[in-house]
């Protein structure tokens, strides 16, 4: 099999993609903008030959590099980046190339556009809040109208909470229309609840062969705009709710032979037309692994390799790996520089170091959203997670 993987070395953990393809024998083609020389060496091993382009931002030099791979290999079987930024790039070469193992130039507007998502929930019978597209201040005060304050402003093709708004009154919403962007936003109802994950590998045949969900803070927007230390965790299981609702959307959207990372509300406040408190609202889909090290935190918490599920269905179309049964809480806590805490770097790892799965610095490209310095621990109980929580967060 020859499978070309955009941008390996993005996020770092990504070589592990790589190296699973190649222990079961693909030839794994790596396209990239990074030297040779900065590749991490255990991506190197990985890797059957690597293509440097310039700037992955071009189509004109990565549909070249896929073509030299193509010519000098044979037919590619596989492309993939599994990183939201080039879904669209790799949806248009696989049309090029007429690779048919993933979405093609003409579908990926579903899994891209926070509009078009709405139509495949509605085919799942999936709950999901009202929207509208932003077009004028008359229109909004009319959605205004029916939804009520607070309202969401969010790009309607986007990465993540970037440039994403709450807007609370009527003046809120004039400066948005008074320095409207230029690229289309969607306007929606603001639910309360927090966010949940529903994180799975999927077959062609649109049947999951590992699952997963994590719980994230009630607003990554706000962690993003405010640049709040974000804590986020893996559960031990999925809540059977959340699990149905995902299985559901998989199949709504038509997703086959992919890693999917679908967000979900769960309502702490009652909502007419959507649910009751705790039940489950569909948020937004994105097909590709959770970002960061979330991948990683999966494998801490399932004893699991995700990378290697991930691998046997690329390769085999099943998953494997054996069920571990060894399910518990992995969480994550990443600090922001600028802050002052209570307790030193050094007294976290000597308090916590026993139960460390990851201690790392926070590539500056998703820093953002993900915080500077992060820790990951294994926890066996909500407890020990709450006390491990407050002790990295308390500020001097």
């Known amino acids: 099999m020859n499978f070309v993987f955009i941008s390996p070395n993005f996020p770092q953990t990504y070589w592990n993609f790589c190296d699973r393809l190649k222990r079961g024998g693909a030839n794994v083609l790596g396209i990239g903008d990074a030297p040779y020389d900065d590749l991490d060496d255990r991506l190197k091993l990985s890797l059957t030959e690597y293509y440097r382009v310039y700037t992955l931002e071009s189509y004109d030099q990565v549909f ?9 290999y044979g037919k590619i079987d596989w492309l993939e980046s599994n990183n939201e930024y080039w879904l669209e790039q790799d949806a248009r070469l696989r049309t090029d190339f007429n690779i048919t193992t993933g979405v093609n130039a003409s579908d990926i507007g579903k899994f891209k556009s926070k509009a078009e998502m709405k ?28 939804v009520g304050y607070p ?55 649109s049947e999951p062969l590992f699952e997963s969900s994590a719980k994230f803070p009630p607003s990554v927007m706000d962690v993003v705009n405010r640049q709040l230390d974000l804590s986020y965790y893996v559960l031990a299981d999925v809540p ?31 909502k007419p037309g959507l649910g009751e408190v705790g039940d489950f609202v569909g ?15 999966m ?47 050094e007294q976290v ?4 170091g026993a139960v460390m799965a990851m201690c790392r610095r926070m590539p500056q490209a998703l820093s ?29």
């Not at 070249?64 to 000098?72: M, P």
């Not at 948020?283 to 935190?297: F, K, Q």
């Not at 909500?382 to 990295?392: D, G």
């Open 64 to 72: 070249r590099a896929v073509a030299y791979f193509s010519f000098k």
């Open 119 to 146: 139509k495949y929930y509605a085919l799942g019978n999936i709950p999901t809040a009202r929207q509208q597209k932003a077009v004028d201040l008359d229109s909004a005060r009319e959605f205004v109208a029916r």
């Open 151 to 205: 309202i969401v402003v969010k790009p309607e093709i986007g990465v993540g909470a970037a440039e994403t708004f709450k807007v609370c009154d009527e003046q809120e919403l004039e400066h948005f229309f008074a320095n409207f962007p230029s690229i289309p936003y969607v306007m929606e109802e603001f639910i309360f609840g927090d966010i949940y994950s529903y994180d799975a590998i999927v077959d062609s045949h």
């Open 240 to 270: 059977d709710a959340l699990r149905r609702l995902g299985r559901a959307t998989v199949k709504a959207f038509g997703v086959c032979s992919r890693f999917v990372h679908f967000e979900f509300f769960r309502l702490s406040v009652a």
């Open 283 to 297: 948020l937004e889909v994105n097909m590709r692994p959770a970002g960061g090290y979330t991948p990683d935190m």
């Open 299 to 345: 494998n801490f918490a399932h004893s699991t390799d995700v990378y290697s599920i991930w691998a046997d269905m690329v390769l085999h179309d099943k998953r494997l790996l054996a069920e571990s049964g060894d399910d518990h809480l992995c969480v994550y806590y990443a600090r922001r520089d600028f802050r002052n805490y209570l307790h030193s770097h």
């Open 349 to 352: 790892l000597a308090r916590y």
């Open 368 to 396: 953002g959203a993900m915080g500077n310095q992060m820790y990951t621990i294994h926890a066996r109980s909500e407890a020990q997670m709450n006390e491990f929580l407050e002790f990295v967060s308390a500020t001097a």
